[in-house]
């Protein structure tokens, strides 16, 4: 229930998908409008959503914290850790794409997972846990509403 | 309550690992009472039952008077809603890796034509 797994393959050798995954200009095809990312392990990124998707609000940023970029294999991130914290395994989501070859394809392979991990003491209050749900409401919210839209128009 | 308000309290109530190893025992042993709960879990009765007043809460449980201590049962229902949130997620990747396949694809074809 609490982890995602998929696998896609992809008729692309493993560095055009690498390209799509990794690159600013190619995540805002597929993610969010706007990215910045350094890409090495602890590097940090911002993916930026809206501000089409969150006219009220304007732009939504995103922080991410690199795990591992190893092209064209491995390529994987924390996020959704709460605005201003650093990125742990207890309090954010990590997401993993592995790329194999399959001749002249690519087999994509995503995780994400940590929504068993993501731990509050006991002592913590209970206002502080729901100002973290609201805040992952509000991004998973602009991530439906921008998703659909994209890959529609691409 | 809202629509949104009834989602964030729903979210925080399964966001905690030890809650959703409440919802586990209960799911699988059937309804139970603080006491009897607490004795399957690393947590104090007291911790237990702040948990189950959470969950009662988001509407994932629900106790009924038994003796002298309250039982309380999982609502099947409301863990739907949960996994279809969860399954929301899910359907958001699924169509973010269709968009990169179709991005990948693009690309290659265009830098293999003649």
Redesign the interface.
Known sequence: MTVIEREILIEAPRHVVWQVLTDPAQISQWFSDDARIDLRPGGAGTFVFGPRVNQLDGPIPVDLVVQAAEPPERFAFRWAHPAGSEARVDNSLLVEFTLTAEGEHTRLRLVESGYDQVDWSPQVREDTINDHAKGWDTHLTTLTAYAPQRSASS | MTDRSD???L??AI????R?RLLDILLSGGPATATALAADLP?TRQ?VA?HLA?LERAGLVEGHRHGREVRYAVRPERLDVA?RA?A???A??????????????S??RA?NQP
């Open positions: 989602d964030e309290e979210w925080a966001a905690e690992p030890g959703r947590f911790a702040k959470v996994a969860m929301a997620v899910a958001r990747w699924d169509s973010r890796l269709q968009a990169i396949k179709r991005l990948a694809e690309i290659h830098a």
